[in-house]
């Protein structure tokens, strides 16, 4: 599974700024396709599972503030990585 080829890093505008809302959301959601990937073969990995919802939590609080600071990068980002919206918005 090549999972650094799914999503495009080069939407950031080469920004290596790791403290970059949009990059954190990628990264955030490299580590879940990661973790998903992990628990395919491993369903009972519960630590993994607990990691996997603190991750995903992490991502919906950094979505949330990007939608409210930037709109329109919010919706790049969403249709770049192919994720969900938040609900409501």
Not at 18 to 33: L, N
Not at 34 to 40: I, P
Not at 45 to 64: A, P, V
């Amino acid at each position: 599974m090549n999972i650094q080829g799914s999503t495009d890093v080069r939407f950031l505008n080469d920004n290596e700024n790791t403290g970059f809302t949009a990059f954190q959301i990628y990264y955030s959601t490299y580590r879940v396709s990661r973790l998903t990937y992990h628990l395919e073969s491993h369903p009972k990995d519960y630590s993994s599972q607990i990691g996997l919802w603190k991750l995903l939590g992490k991502r919906k609080r950094l979505l949330t503030y990007l939608s409210s600071k930037n709109t329109g990068l919010y919706l790049k980002v969403l249709m770049k990585l192919g994720i969900r919206g938040l609900k409501g918005c």
